[in-house]
């Protein structure tokens, strides 16, 4: 059983940076994908990035291009988000999820469907 443990939200003014952490236990080689996804009270849970373990792909929705980079600690089974330039409406509760079904060579999926097994969630609110 996958187990993730999201840790590093906060408070923070606009035009700040913070970086999310995801604690992985439980991983096989078959979940080779992770992914950020938010959810904004009265939103829908969107999609922000995601990352292959084997391969360092990775994806990022359109929003947060440029401002925001998913990384990877393989020894440590650790997912990162670093989130800069940050706006208010990036103020959300943050997910980490894992894909355990996703094909060899495509690059990792936007789809919430796609995932598995989802944290808890940690709470990123940006003030103006």
């Known amino acids: 059983q996958v187990h993730l443990v999201e840790s590093g939200g906060g408070l923070v003014q606009t035009g700040g940076s913070l970086r999310v952490s995801c604690a992985v236990s439980?991983?096989?080689?078959?979940?080779?994908?992770m992914a950020w996804f938010r959810q904004a009270p009265g939103k829908e849970r969107e999609f922000v990035a995601a990352?292959?373990?084997?391969?360092?792909?990775?994806n990022y929705a359109d929003s947060v291009v440029g401002r925001f980079t998913i990384s990877k600690d393989n020894a440590e089974n650790t997912v990162y988000l670093q989130m800069n330039s940050l706006k208010p409406e990036d103020t959300a509760v943050y997910y980490c999820?894992?894909?355990?079904?996703?094909?060899?060579?495509?690059?990792?999926?936007?789809?919430?469907?796609?995932?598995?097994?989802w944290g808890q969630g940690t709470q990123v609110t940006v003030s103006s």
């Open positions: 439980g991983r096989t080689l078959s979940t080779d994908a």
């Open positions: 999820a894992a894909d355990s079904s996703l094909p060899r060579r495509d690059r990792p999926r936007s789809g919430a469907y796609n995932y598995d097994y």
């Open positions: 990352i292959r373990w084997s391969t360092g792909s990775t």
